[in-house]
Nanobody, 128 residues
Framework: QVQLVESGGGLVQPGESLRLSCAAS????????MSWFRRAPGKEREFVAG??????????ADSVKGRFTFSGARLNVDNTVYLQMSSLKPEDTAIYYC???????????????????WGQGTWVTVSS
């Protein structure tokens, strides 16, 4: 079992920044990938950024590339990872989740169903 707790969400204006945290506990050594997803009102859950233990490269959704940074994502080393979000836009408004999975292969990194453990999510609202 792995427990995940997200924090850091809030209300910000367009162009501002926010940093989300995800604290992991439990059997984190059994995980093969960790990712951030989000669900905007009325939309499906979508991939934001993720990393696999093998390789260590961070992958980003095109919509956030260059604005968001997934840091501290060294599986088995960091108990807390971060999603630094800059130049926020109204379309970034969503519940943000972190997720981990024991058997996530690269082709599944962006697939929510590939992840076994999820946090409760934290709301991010971008509005003027």
């Amino acid at each position: 079992q792995v427990q995940l707790v997200e924090s850091g969400g809030g209300l910000v204006q367009p162009g501002e920044s926010l940093r989300l945290s995800c604290a992991a506990s439990g059997r984190t050594s059994s995980t093969s990938a960790m990712s951030w997803f989000r669900r905007a009102p009325g939309k499906e859950r979508e991939f934001v950024a993720g990393v696999r233990r093998s390789g260590g490269q961070v992958y980003y959704a095109d919509s956030v590339k260059g604005r968001f940074t997934f840091s501290g994502a060294r599986l088995n080393v960091d108990n807390t990872v971060y999603l630094q979000m800059s130049s926020l836009k109204p379309e970034d408004t969503a519940i943000y989740y972190c997720a981990v999975g024991p058997t996530v292969i690269l082709s599944q990194l962006r697939v929510p169903g590939a992840y076994a453990y999820w946090g409760q999510g934290t709301w991010v609202t971008v509005s003027s």
